[in-house]
C-alpha cells in the first residue's frame, strides 16, 4: 500500500472554496495511486472563538472540558470534508482523535502522544481510500478527550505517519516554506529547499512558527521525511529530514526570533549547593519551559540568578519564586518582559569557529546589547531589547550572506 500523510492548517480550511481547493489537492494524489490520511486542523479564528466563549461562561475554564470544548473545531472540519469527498465518488471516512485511538497521557491542553493504534488505521485504509483524522486531539486512558497545544495537528500527522510508515508527511499550510527569517521582517528571507531535522528543531525552538516543535521531535526520532508547503500553490516546499554533508557547507542556515519571553532575576541568592534545585525543581513540576539561565560570580557567598521563561509564564514563576524567596536567601526578585531572543542557526557550525564573533560584531555595529547569550553544537542565542528586535534579524541575515541563493560566508 502506498500511502501519505497530508495535514490542512486553519486558513487551508476556513471556508468551501478553500476546503474545495484541498480536495483537488488529495484527487490528485489519489490519481497517483497513494491511499491518504488527511489530519486537519480547525477552520481559522475557530479555536479562538471557543476559548472567548469559555472565558464568558468561566472565569477559570476547567482544563478537561476545555479540551472537550475546543476539539469541537476539529470534529467540524472533518465532517465537511468527507461530506466533499464522498460528493466526488471517494471512499472517505471521517474518524476524531479518540476513535482511532490516538493515546495521550492526561496533560489537559498540551497533552503528549503516547501511542496510535496503526493496524486499525491500516485495516480501515483498506476499506478506504481516503481517512480525514482530527488533528490537535486524543484521548487519556480514562477516554476524556486531550488536546495538544496550538499547533498539535502538525504533531498528530507526523505521528501517524511515523506509525504508519507513511513515504512522506506533507504539511499544508499558508505559506510556501521554511524560510531563512521571517520574510515580514526581512524582504530578502529564501526559502529553504532542504532542511536537516536538527536545524528545523532549533528554529522551532527559537520561535519560527512555521512546524510545531514536538512534531519535528517526532520526525526527527522516527525519521519521517517532512514536505512543507503552501495550500495555494502546486510549487515544491521545504523538505525536512536527516542531515547530509550538503547542508554543511554554510555556517549559518537562518536566523529565528521569539518576542514571547520574560527575563526573571533573582537577587543575592545564596552561592551554595541545592539553590538552584530549590528554585527551579518547583517551575518544572509547574511544565514552565526555562531557557537561558546565567549565574553572576559569587560575592561574599551570594550571587544573582537570570533566566528566562515564556512571557505567557511569568506571573506563575514569579509567584512560585515567592515562595522560595526566604529559603535561597534572595533580596529581592526583578522581572522584565520587554526582552527578545534572536538566534543564528545551522549544522555548519559544528566544526567552524567564527559565527559568534560574526554574530556579536553585526549586533555591536547597530548598538544592540546583548544581556545573556546561549549555545549550542548549532545555534548561538541573543537575548535583547524586544524593540531591537527586526533590526538585529535583518542585521544578522546580511551578517551571514543569508539574502543570496549562495550566502556569502562558508564554513
Keep these: ?7 490542512y492548517g486553519g486558513t487551508s480550511v476556513a471556508n468551501l472554496e478553500c476546503m474545495q481547493r484541498v480536495r483537488e489537492k488529495v484527487l490528485k494524489v489519489l490519481d497517483r495511486g497513494y491511499k491518504v490520511v488527511v489530519v486537519l486542523s480547525a477552520m481559522s479564528g475557530e479555536t479562538n472563538r471557543l476559548i472567548d466563549m469559555a472565558r464568558k461562561w468561566s472565569k477559570r475554564p476547567d482544563p478537561c472540558e476545555m479540551d472537550v470544548l475546543l476539539a469541537t473545531g476539529e470534529q467540524a472540519s472533518v465532517s465537511l470534508f468527507t461530506m466533499l469527498l464522498k460528493d466526488c465518488g471517494v471512499k472517505a471516512r471521517s474518524f476524531l482523535g479518540f476513535q482511532v485511538p490516538i493515546q495521550t497521557d492526561k496533560s489537559f491542553g498540551k497533552a503528549r502522544i503516547l ?36 499547533g498539535g495537528s502538525d ?33 530578502q528571507a529564501r526559502k529553504i529547499k532542504k532542511i536537516a531535522y536538527e536545524e528545523m528543531l532549533e528554529m522551532a525552538s527559537m520561535g519560527a512558527k512555521v512546524l510545531q516543535i514536538r512534531s519535528v521531535e517526532f520526525a526527527k526520532k522516527y525519521n519521517v521525511p517532512v514536505h512543507v508547503r503552501s495550500t495555494f500553490s502546486d510549487e515544491p516546499g521545504t523538505l525536512v529530514v536527516q542531515e547530509d554533508k550538503s547542508m554543511e557547507s554554510a555556517m549559518v542556515s537562518g536566523v529565528a526570533y521569539d518576542k514571547d519571553q520574560a527575563r526573571i532575576t533573582l537577587v543575592d541568592v545564596y552561592d551554595e549547593p541545592g539553590v538552584a534545585a530549590r528554585i527551579f525543581e518547583p517551575i518544572s513540576r509547574s511544565n514552565i519551559v526555562v531557557d537561558m539561565i546565567v549565574q553572576n560570580p559569587s560575592r ?6 537570570t533566566f528566562t521563561v515564556p512571557r505567557g509564564n511569568t506571573e506563575e514563576t514569579l509567584n512560585i519564586l515567592q515562595k522560595v524567596k526566604d529559603e535561597i536567601g534572595a533580596s529581592a526578585i526583578l522581572h522584565d518582559e520587554d526582552v527578545a531572543k534572536v538566534s543564528v542557526i545551522g549544522v555548519g557550525m559544528r566544526n567552524h569557529s567564527g559565527v559568534a564573533a560574526i554574530a556579536f560584531s553585526a549586533l555591536k555595529n547597530e548598538n544592540i546589547n546583548i544581556m545573556i547569550i546561549s549555545t549550542s553544537e548549532i545555534k548561538i542565542s541573543c537575548l535583547i531589547e524586544e524593540k531591537y528586535t527586526e533590526l538585529a534579524v535583518r542585521t544578522l541575515h546580511e551578517a551571514f550572506g543569508l539574502d543570496h541563493e549562495t550566502p556569502g560566508i562558508k564554513a
Design 1 to 7: 500500500m502506498r500511502l501519505l500523510v497530508q495535514k
Design 115 to 150: 501511542d496510535i493504534d496503526k493496524e486499525k488505521i491500516k485495516d480501515i485504509l483498506y476499506k478506504y481510500d481516503v481517512v480525514v483524522v482530527a488533528g490537535f486531539q486524543g484521548c487519556d486512558c480514562e477516554q476524556r478527550i486531550t488536546t495538544l497545544g496550538r
Design 155 to 187: 504533531t498528530s500527522a507526523v505521528a501517524i505517519a511515523a506509525a504508519l510508515g507513511a513515504e512522506v508527511c506533507e504539511i499544508y499550510t499558508d505559506v510556501d516554506g521554511v524560510y531563512t527569517t521571517d520574510p515580514n521582517i526581512c524582504p
Design 300 to 305: 561574599g557567598g551570594k550571587t544573582d540568578m
